[in-house]
Nanobody, 125 residues
């Protein structure tokens, strides 16, 4: 079964950290760019970060720059999102998705054909 599974979400206090994981099964992520997205209640899904297949190029939304770091481990076939200095505005369901190419050009909401179940991140005191 081909799927991406997100994990690592939870409840954290403002200023805290979480590390999300996006694990692939049934296929390799090595030759594709992978992105993290989030959707807060009542808001549109947005791209948060993306990493190219080789890991040399990364993209971050302005709202998470400096605080979030995307990385990948080819041996584990997994992409991570390290989230630091979390604020209540980061509360959302986080999803990962892969593109069709090594670069992030098509790792945008409109180009993603299917989504996993996501992982809930709640930042609250």
């Amino acid at each position: 079964q081909l799927q991406l599974v997100e994990s690592g979400g939870g409840l954290v206090q403002p200023g805290g950290s979480l590390r999300l994981a996006c694990a692939a099964s049934g296929f390799t992520l090595a030759n594709r760019a992978v992105g993290w997205f989030r959707q807060a209640p009542g808001k549109e899904r947005e791209r948060v970060a993306c990493i190219s297949s080789g890991g040399l190029f990364t993209y971050y939304a302005d709202s998470v720059k400096v605080r979030f770091t995307i990385s990948r481990d080819h041996d584990k076939n997994t992409v991570y999102l390290q989230m630091n200095s979390l604020t209540p505005e980061d509360t959302a369901v986080y999803y990962c998705a892969r593109g069709q190419y090594p670069s992030c050009e098509d790792v945008v909401v409109q180009q993603i054909a299917s989504w996993g179940q996501g992982t809930q991140v709640t930042v609250s005191s």
